[in-house]
Every structure is written in C-alpha cells, then in structure tokens.
C-alpha cells in the first residue's frame, strides 16, 4: 500500500511547517546570539552562564546515568573475569593434588623397590621377585596374585616374603603368575614366636585381614600391645626370624596382630626356596583349597 504524498496529507503538511519554522527560529536566535557576543561580549557571556546553569543539572544527571551503566558493564566483567579465575584456580588445584599424589605413589614404589633390592642383595636364596598385582579384600579367602611363574623357577608351597615381611606361600602356579595364600587366611598356620622373649606361638589367619596368635603353653598371655610376631623355622617351610605382625588387641588366652605386609601397600614380593626342601611335599596338599 502506498504512502500518502505531503501535499494531501493535512498532518504531514502541519509538520513540514512547523519544521520550517524551527530552522527560522534557530537560524534566528544563532544571529542573535552572534551579533551579541560580537557588540556586546559581557552580555553574552551572561547569557552563556545562564544557559550553562540551565543544561549543568541536565548534564551531570546523564553523566551520573552514563557512570553507573559503565560501572554495571565494569563490574560483570569484572566478575565474569574473576570467576573464570576462580574456575582456573581450582582446576590448577586438582591438577597440583593428582601431581601430589601420583608423586607419593611413585615415591612409595620407589622406596619398596629399593627395599626389596637391598633385601635380595642380603638373601642370597631368592627364586624369583615380583609385583602384586592384584589382591582379595572382601572374601573370606585371603589371596594375592603375584607376577611371577613357573618359568621364574617358581613352585608350589614356596614362602613368598616382603622387606616387610612375611607374605604368605604359594599355593596354585602359572606360567607367568602365582596365587598366593596370605597369612591372614584361616587355612594359613605359621609356627612363629615372640620376638620378645622367644616364646613359642602359633599364627594363624582369621579370615578379615587379621592374625590370630596363641601360645603353644597353656598359662598366663604372654602378649602384650606391640609385640613383633616372626616365623620360628619349625616345620622346615617358613626360614626364622622373618616378621609376621604386631599385636593390636589381646584376648583370653591369646592375641590379635596385624600382618606388617599388608599386600594393600605392597608392591612388591620374593619368592624363596623353603627352608627345609622336604618341606615342600607337605605344603603341595593345600592346593585343593583354592577356588
């Protein structure tokens, strides 16, 4: 639809005019204002005051709006920007504690590996040294799994220890790996001793990744908290003198200790020959146990 032209539209006409008249009364007043500053300079800057006390209040009042949207503008970015600091900070952080953390493990298989280093330069009579690979937490059947086999020399009924010491015994063999029992089995029975004292016990595995030691002599409990448990070398499988646990409870007639190689926080374990080689046809038996 076409647009109406000036000439026939009465508003468009009134609008023209009324244009026409403010550029005349603007052409007018900008002359008079010259010839005024030109023949009467004091005068016109009176009214140049005027006119400044007129727009300053109109002025400052959009000075203030201009400021205060600036401002709005200023401070989102501002935020926006710290907010993004903010998020690159943490991720920094978590990026700092994983480093942390991966150092730490680093540095704990580092000081396990020299451990176990120095203790096969001591022990002559090392078969084979692995990694634990794997282990049972939640099972009643306590096992690990160790990556060394058969080719590595390895065989059933050998004891497997750690610098810590002592782990458990091999008891199903593979080409490349083992399954071992750990002395915190119940089917594990380890002829040991007290270190303090050289009192003659019995440990053996409770089934929840605790030891159960008991005195051979019915009598008075000769434990106390703290106390080291080692192998005894009685029975020919196990060689004496290698830790086992450390008592944490007592009870009736006996104790509660805590492996010292938790297989949790070992990464790595020796296999050794038994101490007594006839030793190994009785421990070959126990291998029907494993699932």
Do not use: C
């Not at 401002?71 to 952080?93: C, H, I, P, V």
């Not at 203790?119 to 306590?142: C, H, K, M, W």
């Not at 010292?260 to 070959?284: G, I, K």
């Amino acid at each position: 639809m076409a647009t109406a032209r000036p000439g026939w539209s009465r508003r468009a006409q009134y609008g023209l005019f009324f244009s026409f008249l403010a550029v005349i009364a603007g052409i007018i007043v900008g002359v008079i204002l010259l010839t005024l500053s030109l023949v009467a300079p004091k005068s016109f800057n009176t009214v140049r005051g005027a006119a400044l006390d007129v727009t300053a209040p109109i002025t400052g009042a959009l000075h203030e709006v201009t400021a205060t949207a600036g401002g709005l503008f200023t401070g989102a970015g501002n935020y926006w920007d710290a907010a993004n600091q903010n998020a690159k900070l943490k991720r920094e952080r978590q990026a700092m504690l994983q480093r942390m953390v991966e150092a730490k493990a680093i540095f704990q298989e580092n000081r396990q590996l020299k451990a176990t280093l120095q203790l096969r330069e001591r022990e002559q009579n090392i078969v084979a040294t692995g990694r634990i690979v794997g282990s049972s937490f939640n099972s009643p059947r306590r096992f690990a799994i160790l990556s060394a086999g058969s080719t590595d020399g390895v065989r059933i009924g050998m004891p497997v220890r750690s610098p810590d010491g002592l782990v458990g015994r091999i008891i199903d063999v593979g080409a490349l790996a083992s399954r071992v029992l750990l002395v915190s089995d119940r089917a594990n029975i380890v002829p040991a001793r007290l270190l303090r004292g050289g009192i003659p016990v019995i440990s053996q595995g409770r089934g929840d990744g605790t030891i159960d030691v008991r005195p051979l002599e019915v009598g008075r409990n000769p434990f106390k908290r703290g106390d080291i448990i080692i192998t005894s070398g009685t029975g020919g499988l196990y060689p004496p003198l290698v830790p086992i646990a450390r008592v944490v409870k007592l009870d009736d007639d006996g104790a509660i200790a805590l492996p010292l190689a938790d297989p949790a926080n070992t990464s790595f374990a020796m296999v050794q020959p038994p101490f007594e080689p006839a030793a190994v046809a009785a421990e070959s038996a126990p291998t029907s146990e494993s699932p």
